[in-house]
């Protein structure tokens, strides 16, 4: 049982997520950051506009499933932020995922260069 299990209880809530909400909770991992940072983030990597009522709906549900925290940054400026809970859907789905791509040494040893060289 992965943490994500044991924390939410509930395996289903995060691996229900659509891939835009997986894509939030990644970007989040690296740091907290406020709306429009995650939006160029996300539109950086989808190469297209990523548009603020697709964005804030899909942040606010992932605050109301216990996967990231919102604060305020000043009046106009909310920070986003993963919770325990959201880090350990971002673990769950790497071990899911790298359990289906490494089937063997020579791709386990691909996959060990891409995390040494991606920091």
Known sequence: ??????ITGDERIARELTAFQHNILVILAKEPMYGLAIKREL???????????????????LVDLGL?????????????????????AVIDDLEWTLSKVVTGDGRADEVTDLVEHSY
Do not use: I
């Open 43 to 61: 539109e950086a990597y989808y190469g297209t506009e990523v548009n603020h009522g697709r964005l804030y709906p899909n942040l606010d549900e």
């Open 68 to 88: 990231v925290e919102k604060s305020e940054l000043d009046k106009r400026t909310n920070q986003y932020e993963l919770t325990d809970d959201g880090y350990a």
């Open 1 to 6: 049982m992965s943490e994500a299990h044991a």
